[in-house]
């Protein structure tokens, strides 16, 4: 048999089913309607080996840490695995009758939505600005794009050094404008560092998204509307931007998902999550009572939410995925 | 030209082989014993200087060491090393992490160890407040390493530019002196907080007043211990140091700065911090500086301080040749040599009496008064049930509670006694919780 036939995508279903399994496939892909997804294999040894990889790291980087963080979620254990009690429920009602908890969840919250409004509108004006700058366009795009090519923990260092209440410079000069600055005493001090980090450090990332999608609408509507006698920021504000909606909508999720799980390097080097769990974001405490206080059913049970959070936001992703194709001109 | 080509190849080649055999050789001789520890810097490079002598000492194993973080750091990696059979032969491990290591069925306890492989070791001779601390029943679990405790550092050049001789010892006398520094101008910032404030200003301050910590002789007396430092003078430390943090009288390092650097830099005028800080000073401070024991409060007979660093676990699940070269490398650190060169080189208290009497007996103590402090604050007075030292399960976990209640109080969020009865009650659960998983042990 020619090895061109061995694979047979696309048109499985119109092809006469030649061999008993063939046939149970192509039954299989025949009653599944017919039509562009309806491919299939003639080997099933081949369809596993192909997805065999993919399969593989979800297994191991998903499957199995779910398993284990589910399996520790109801349990309380020693740090070592020697003992083990099985408690039930134990580890979420102790969890969500903590005011730390609580605490910790607002504070999440309220964290990744300042983050994400911020980051998205200076990202915004930046990008706005890329069509008005014609000379050094390279630069400022450069410039622009420099934060995300520094590693958090770096990022994370620098602020905390340039903003130490004892020996940080510019911590010094808010001082001597007569801000009290100390961000180890005040916990919006501490909040306002972190926050300023994790959006100076994320604007890159928003305003490639926007001049790209600023650049996708047509020319010809823009001036269209300039014809109509609109001036550039009113035609910014009622073209491009509804143009530009979907992308939006796409940036607001993922900037979400950016405040909620990927901000651990700042805090981890700026504030350890204080003063007084006042930046201990719900990832960041996942970390410090599993890894650094050893309490892993806790541990596992605050990861077993955070995991239904992420389910969220990856459903809401796929959405706002959909709305873009939608969209698009 | 084509030949030479072929016999310079094969001559490296040739060269090459004999260079692996060579090399391979001797490292299928050595059996490597694995060793993670945690302290950092020009302690680390003493650590790393005392593994090559115990390799070059002898030509049957090599110490492998790896520094794996901080003391939490490093006990979470052997936590998640343990649980997949990947752990180190020797593990450094925190005073504060004595109880969990001790029940966590992970270890062979150092003396079991050492007699199965032949070692006799007098385990009577280490001094009082280390043995007080590390024997268990007579025995020793884990081999004492780098002991030390919290003494009072001070930069003697501004104590005298605000006219005193030396800091007062209590602690009445020196909020004035601190607060005399500040209003004479003579330094913005008379005290830094040490990172680890809580052992040395709540801990051993309650040990030295003689304040009860827990019930049960903190610890020693059962798992079913609990705090009680929100009804003692801890209240009391706690308000004055708040009252000194918002006077900026006490400064907080914060991140990205470690606090013994505040005072080295000369940047601040005094900071309580561990006798290990020794090298560091000697080698950065570049003003005159001096020590002294801890404050204790008015009118209080104190007592002595307690114990803290680190000791080596010897960890189950190695080969018997390993666990034969982890004793031999035991046996080379527990040499009074070897004690006292540890000792002189980090500023740790030397361990064993015979160590401290050689040192004694050649006027090192004489020529270098502030490395006596330690020794002197372990052993002052006859420890009590509350000075002998802490025994808790998860010492870390309330530990951690601790400083972030105490973060409040900074912040003024909380009251001290607001925080402290916060912490204690979530203190307590972390012992419950201990309590069950590990009762009858």
């Known amino acids: ?329 | 030209m084509a030949s030479t080509y072929v016999k310079s190849v094969t001559g490296l080649l040739t060269a090459a082989a004999v260079f692996a055999g060579a090399t391979g050789a001797s490292a299928a001789e050595r059996v490597k014993i694995e060793w993670w520890y945690a302290i950092s810097g020009k302690l680390g490079d003493t650590v790393q200087q005392l593994i090559s002598d115990f390799n070059k000492s002898q030509d049957k194993y090599e110490v492998v060491g790896t520094f794996k973080g901080n003391y939490e750091e490093t006990m979470a990696a052997m936590v998640a090393a343990y649980r997949v059979n990947q752990q180190p032969a020797i593990l450094q491990s925190a005073e504060r992490g004595f109880m969990t290591m001790l029940n966590s069925g992970a270890i062979i306890p150092v003396d079991q160890l050492m007699e199965k492989q032949g070692y006799k070791t007098d385990w009577n001779d280490f001094i009082k407040p280390v043995a007080g601390f590390y024997i268990v029943n007579g025995k020793p679990a884990a081999l004492p390493f780098n002991s030390s405790t919290p003494i009072l550092w001070y930069n003697a050049d501004a104590f005298k530019a605000a006219g005193f001789d030396a800091p007062s010892d209590t602690w009445q006398g020196l909020e004035k002196q601190l607060y005399a520094l500040k209003e004479k101008k003579v330094i913005d910032c008379p005290m830094a907080l040490a990172g680890d404030f809580q052992w040395s200003m709540i801990e051993n301050y309650s040990a030295i007043n003689n304040f009860p910590f827990a019930t049960k002789a903190n610890g020693y007396g059962g798992l079913d211990t609990e705090f009680v430092y929100n009804k003692t003078g801890v209240v009391g430390q706690v308000a004055r140091m708040k009252k000194w943090v918002d006077d900026g009288v006490l400064k907080i390092a914060g991140q990205g700065v470690a606090p013994i650097s505040l005072f080295t830099s000369g940047t601040c005028a005094t900071i309580v911090n561990s006798t290990a800080s020794h090298s560091g000073v000697e080698a950065d401070a570049k003003f005159k500086w001096s020590a002294a024991v801890m404050p204790h409060e008015e009118g209080i007979d104190p007592k002595n301080g307690t114990i803290g660093g680190a000791s080596l676990w010897a960890v189950k699940g190695k080969s018997e040749e390993v666990q034969a070269g982890v004793a031999a490398f035991f046996n080379f650190v527990a040499q009074p040599g070897v004690q006292e060169w540890w000792s002189k080189a980090t500023g740790y208290v030397p361990v064993t009496n015979a160590a401290y009497q050689k040192m004694k007996a050649e006027g090192y103590f004489k020529q270098n008064p502030t490395r006596e402090i330690a020794i002197e604050q372990l052993s002052r007075g006859e420890p009590t049930d509350n000075s002998r030292g802490f025994r808790f399960g998860n010492h870390n976990q309330s530990t951690a509670i601790l400083i972030e209640e105490i973060q409040a109080v900074w912040t003024g969020k909380k009251t001290p006694q607001e925080a402290l009865d916060s912490s204690v009650k979530r203190g307590n659960e972390i012992l419950r919780q201990y309590e069950k998983l590990h009762a009858g042990k």
């Not at chain 1, 990889?53 to 589910?70: G, N, R």
């Not at chain 1, 254990?77 to 003992?83: M, Q």
């Not at chain 1, 005011?99 to 980051?119: G, K």
Request: charged letters at 15%; proline letters at 6%.
């Open chain 1, 1 to 329: 048999m020619p090895a061109s036939e061995a694979i047979d995508i696309g048109g499985g279903a119109v092809t006469r089913p030649r061999y008993p399994l063939r046939r149970s496939l192509g039954s299989l892909a025949g009653s599944s309607e017919v039509g562009l997804k309806a491919s299939h294999f003639r080997r099933p040894w081949l369809a596993v080996g192909l997805l065999a990889p993919q399969l593989l790291i979800l297994l191991f980087f998903f499957f199995i840490p779910t398993y284990k963080a589910l399996s520790l979620a109801f349990v309380q254990v020693d740090p070592f695995g020697g003992t083990m009690i099985f408690v039930g429920l134990d580890n979420f009602t102790t969890l969500f009758s903590s005011p730390e908890y609580r605490d910790s969840a607002i504070l999440t919250l309220w964290f990744s939505f300042v983050q994400c409004f911020a980051t998205l509108f200076i990202a915004g004006l930046l990008a706005f600005a890329t069509d008005v700058v014609i000379r050094g366009r390279a630069i400022y795009k450069g410039v622009i794009l420099l934060p995300y090519a520094i590693a958090p923990a770096i990022s994370g260092v620098l602020w905390a050094f340039l903003f130490n209440p004892v020996v940080g410079p510019l911590a010094h000069m808010l001082q001597d404008l007569g801000y009290a600055w100390d961000p180890n005493r005040r916990p919006f001090d501490a909040l306002l560092l972190v926050s300023v980090a994790a959006i100076w450090k994320h604007i890159c990332y928003d305003y490639i998204f926007l001049v790209a999608a600023f650049l996708a609408v047509p020319a010809s509507v823009i001036e269209a509307a300039a014809i109509d006698g609109a001036r550039p920021v009113r035609r910014f504000l009622t073209v491009t931007l509804p143009m530009a909606a979907p992308t939006i909508f796409f940036l607001v999720v993922m900037n979400f998902v950016y405040g909620l799980f990927e901000t651990f390097g700042i805090i981890d080097t700026i504030t350890h999550g204080g003063p007084a769990g006042s930046t201990n974001t719900l990832v960041y405490k996942v970390y410090q009572d599993g890894f650094r206080q050893l309490d892993l059913g806790s541990s596992a049970a605050q990861s077993v939410v955070l995991m239904v959070i992420a389910v969220v936001f990856t459903i809401l992703q796929f959405r706002s995925l959909e709305r873009k194709v939608n969209y698009q001109v």
